[in-house]
Nanobody, 114 residues
């Protein structure tokens, strides 16, 4: 069973930055399309960004130009660099593979507030 461990969240002021990490156990990492998702209180889990095995990326309109997804296949880790954060980015952030998602990790809380 693959385990996903998200980290890097925290409290940041509007306009600030954070870098999230998602470590995945198990083999075959480099061939997997990964995505970041987020879930705000009382709302459904929404797509944020994805990256395929070739490094091609796709973003939700709400984060384009502010967030950047990347991966390090040698470390089995996916990253999400978040810049110019806004209060509406406040949520628990999760990562998972896009096709046949594994069990969800615990996520990492991002709070944007002054």
């Amino acid at each position: 069973q693959v385990q996903l461990v998200e980290s890097g969240g925290g409290l940041v002021q509007p306009g600030g930055s954070l870098r999230l990490s998602c470590a995945a156990s198990g083999g075959g990492f480099r061939f997997i399309i990964f995505a970041w998702y987020r879930q705000a209180p009382g709302k459904q889990r929404d797509f944020v960004a994805q990256i395929d095995s070739s490094g091609n990326t796709n973003y939700a309109d709400s984060v384009k130009g502010r967030f950047a997804i990347s991966r390090d296949n040698g470390k089995n880790t996916v990253y999400l660099q978040m810049n110019n954060l806004k209060p509406e980015d406040t949520a628990v952030y999760y990562c998972n593979r896009v096709v046949s998602p594994w069990s969800w990790g615990q996520g990492t809380q991002v709070t944007v507030s002054s």
